[in-house]
């Protein structure tokens, strides 16, 4: 079960997006599987794509779709990834788009297809386009929710977030929904979000602002430091709000990233929330790195150590563990006597040893939560990183260490 | 328990050296866990150190020795590692060699320490100390089958190795001593090996062979990707043989080499065996790299990926984990299709999808055994790497995620 997930919060409608959700039987019956998102003529599209050697052909395709045209359409389905298909699968994920593209009277580049699910398997493309005329029937600019929970997989939540803010005294808003309990998940791969938005912007200023919203948010969460041969993360804006980003700088282009940015960083959020297995969210503070990336790396050595997450998932303050990461962080620590660590507030490393304040019940305390917070000020420079991670538990062995069935 | 451990071979004397081992009650009474190994006057010592930001008190110590001069003898404690005790830390390693000093009659610059236990707390060096005698007259050249059961922490069986070659005609012996069960344990700190040979070799021409037998044995193994503030390895060269390697090339130093390189894959492998909760023990075998590196970025990669081991664990023949670790490795693969995967060697995965031949049932008694070969062919080059580790389990978590006691 996610660690401390609120229910997902209502999502508002975003002018000239439509999501429809159908049960077409694409796995198991009865189930939702497929989503198709419709947006509007003139919406520009931002978007990120996974850097694996081994994209699956729904990404190749997307990819290749995005780059020629601006979509009319998304088509994303689960229960099959389509990765590891080799030709056949590419030509499985264009049969896909082909067949939005009669039914919305629009051209196939148009489309942009997205799967998630059993990786190595032929998608049955069949099923999938059998259940096209559902999902583009179903289609409403309050169809979020139903599409939140269309696209689970092990998801154990529906994750969504929305958010409303001025640019240039017009109102824009922003919705956002999102899969993925694991980088990866054992068959069932994949992180997916998309993001809508009725700010107008061109293509450059909105990939502008959807990268600043990555690093922090999507780029900075971990479950397993595995990635997925399927993640993909894609921004319409429709411009019907009447407010326009007309560039990459000022303070319109701010207010408007800060938006996308806690949308996309509730997203991630509850993406780790929700992580296999996990019973805490940690949140892993590096500060006084020489630089941001010193900051980060020394972050993600944290996030990413066994011995660190299962030490958290004890609620076990052993700090030699975190001192441990630190040490084998890939980066040039000029003076380890500066480095200083903390655990929710509680102070228990400096200058090169134990606080002597710090007794062993104050650091049980400060892991008794659900909610952890890891600090080290690593005395360098101004260099910082923020990166949200969960613990390692018996759950995520038996989650991935279960014969697939 | 271990995968598939022998029991450790007998372990032969090594003209020179002398170890002996002694219950000193450091950290928990009526166990050994006091190790002095004396050499003779001539010796000369190779050593590599851990690399990490944090290094214990006795590996600095132990360093700053060893580049003044060589060594007359080593002091190894368990119970407690020495590690993050800042100054007072430094005063305890150098009171324990100078213990050793007095006993011995040598200068306490000619005694290296080396701690493993607990990180953060203070070495009770009064009780180090207070063993010396007792160890100091154990002393044997029969003394490593002692010794190795001296050095473990929380391994379950004792590690060792012995071998004998010809070097230019002359019988030279090579005996190990190994401990550890994670790169690091939770608080039981470290990988140690102590090795000793009879060969005759200046320090430089020892270090070369050292450097060239580490790269593919205890540089090549994980269990969890996490190092620890102590790992040290030493290699004594008494030259009691009468077997002189003058230089570090040609065939008597390659013979020696071979030699000691089997010594320490003996010893690395016997680690990761009895790795923490292993079942299984993995040989990940990357060839077609564009360099031994990029070979090694990909075994790496595989060797420490949550998901794959957690699969490995369950005996799942889940290739599309493997081929998710391949396309996250840090390398410019330029040609994926060309990526071949085999388990045991079976073929499951070529030309950018599943072997067309191969069965799910062919995959399962694959993994059925405990010795499991993963083997990918990147089709790009030349380069090649093998690393070995072991499964994720249920028991790793419950050692590292147990509190404490």
Chains 1, 2 share one sequence.
Not at 166 to 174: F, Q, S
Not at 363 to 392: M, N, S, W, Y
Request: charged fraction near 20%; aromatic fraction near 4%.
């Amino acid at each position: 079960m996610a660690v401390g997930v609120k229910v997902m919060p209502p999502l508002g409608a975003v002018a000239g997006v439509r999501a429809g959700t159908a049960a077409a039987g694409i796995r198991k019956a009865g189930r939702r599987d497929l989503v198709v998102i419709q947006c509007e003529p003139g919406t520009t599209a931002a978007a990120v794509f996974t850097q694996s050697h081994f994209a699956a052909a729904p990404v190749i395709v997307a990819k290749a779709h995005w780059r020629q045209t601006e979509p009319r359409a998304l088509i994303i389905n689960t229960g099959f990834a389509n990765a590891a298909t080799g030709e056949p699968g590419l030509d499985d994920a264009r049969a896909c788009c082909a067949a939005v593209a009669r039914a919305l009277g629009c051209r196939p580049e148009e489309v942009l297809p997205f799967s998630t699910g059993v990786i190595g398997e032929r998608l049955p493309a069949d099923a999938v386009i059998a259940g096209i005329p559902a999902a583009v029937a179903a289609a409403s600019e309050d169809g979020w929710t139903d599409a939140a929970s269309g696209i689970m997989t092990t998801d154990t939540v529906p994750k969504g977030a929305f958010r409303e803010t001025l640019v240039e005294g017009r109102r824009v808003r922003i919705v956002g929904i999102a899969k993925g309990s694991g980088m990866i998940h054992p068959n069932m791969a994949t992180m997916l979000a998309f993001v809508a938005t009725d700010v107008e912007a061109a293509r450059p200023i909105l990939q502008a602002a959807l990268a600043q919203a990555v690093k922090t948010t999507f780029n900075a969460i971990s479950v397993d430091g595995d990635t997925s041969t399927n993640d993909a993360l894609v921004v319409l804006a429709t411009g019907r709000s009447g407010a326009r980003l007309a560039s990459a700088e000022g303070p319109a282009f701010a207010q408007f990233c800060a938006a996308l940015e806690q949308v996309c960083a509730e997203l991630a959020q509850m993406i780790v929330r929700d992580g296999e297995g996990a019973t805490k969210f940690v949140r892993v503070e590096v500060t006084g790195g020489q630089s941001d990336d010193e900051a980060r790396a020394v972050a993600d050595t944290i996030a990413t150590s066994p011995l660190v997450k299962t030490a958290l998932f004890a609620s076990d303050p052993n700090w030699g563990r975190i001192l441990m990461a630190v040490g084998r962080a890939p980066i040039a620590l000029k003076d380890p006597d500066r480095v200083v660590v903390s655990l929710n507030g509680v102070r228990v490393f400096r200058q090169g040893m134990v606080d002597p304040d710090y007794r062993e019940e104050m650091g049980q305390k400060a892991l008794a939560g659900e909610d952890i917070a890891v600090a080290v000020d690593l005395g360098q420079g101004p260099g910082r990183a923020t990166v949200h991670t969960c613990d390692f538990s018996y759950d995520y062995v038996r989650i991935n260490g279960s014969y697939r069935t």
